[in-house]
């Protein structure tokens, strides 16, 4: 069964930076496009950010936009999301996807990451 | 950006009831649209892809259909695990755009 585990959350000031990991496991990481997507606590859900299966192409959301920066690492079988600038309005728990770029819809989702952007 | 508005916000219902949630899109889509079950502190999954798709191992209980700007999501007979929020989820372009959710509570 597919596995994406998420890591590197925590609790960041405003204008700091975190980095997110995700650890594919179970399918041909290489082969799909992946993606961001978060959610505020008691809100909905927000996409993020995707990258295609090579990395050349990303999009973002224009919340995130010259701040948040998606790559991955094909020989890992990680994924990334490097946030920079954080906002409090940053808060929510992240997922890391499968899917969102040749097929936009999001086949599986890791359990989350929880982010919190205080002083 | 297109503009997804689910309705209704909430609804309450019984086990064995048919429960509709209807999505529209602020612009025309096709049949770009997926639907997605989420239970309290776990993370979303996938329903319904391509407006009217089964995604595996997901049971035929759960229906979606439209086109265009108007979608719905069918399940014909609740069950206890049913009881969750839904969003829909346009496909067709960048930004990729959710609903706002529907919960669906036990009446």
């Known amino acids: 069964e597919v596995q994406l585990l998420e890591s590197g959350g925590g609790l960041e000031q405003p204008g700091g930076s975190l980095r997110l990991s995700c650890a594919a496991s179970?399918?041909?990481?290489?082969?799909?496009?992946m993606s961001w997507v978060r959610q505020a606590p008691g809100k909905g859900l927000e996409w993020v950010s995707s990258?295609?299966?090579?990395?050349?192409?990303?999009y973002y959301a224009d919340s995130v936009k010259g701040r948040f920066t998606i790559s991955r690492d094909n020989s890992k079988n990680t994924l990334f999301l490097q946030m920079n600038s954080l906002r409090a309005d940053d808060t929510a728990v992240y997922y890391c996807?499968?899917?969102?770029?040749?097929?936009?819809?999001?086949?599986?989702w890791g359990q989350g990451t929880l982010v919190t952007v205080s002083s | 950006d297109i503009q997804m508005t689910q309705s209704p916000s909430s609804v309450s219902a019984s086990l064995g009831d048919r429960v509709t949630i209807t999505c529209r899109a602020s612009q025309g889509i096709s049949s770009w649209l997926a639907w997605y079950q989420q239970k309290p502190g776990k993370a979303p999954k996938l329903l319904i892809y391509a407006a009217s798709s089964l995604q595996s191992g997901v049971p035929s209980r759960f229906s979606g259909s439209g086109s265009g700007t108007d979608f719905t999501l069918t399940i014909s007979r609740l069950q206890p695990e049913d009881f969750a929020t839904y969003y829909c989820?346009?496909?067709?372009?960048?930004?990729?755009?959710f609903g706002g959710g529907t919960k669906v509570e036990i009446k």
């Open positions: 996807a499968k899917g969102g770029v040749a097929a936009r819809h999001f086949h599986y």
């Open positions: 989820q346009q496909t067709n372009s960048f930004p990729l755009t």
């Open positions: 179970e399918f041909t990481f290489s082969s799909y496009g």
């Open positions: 990258i295609s299966t090579n990395g050349v192409t990303t």
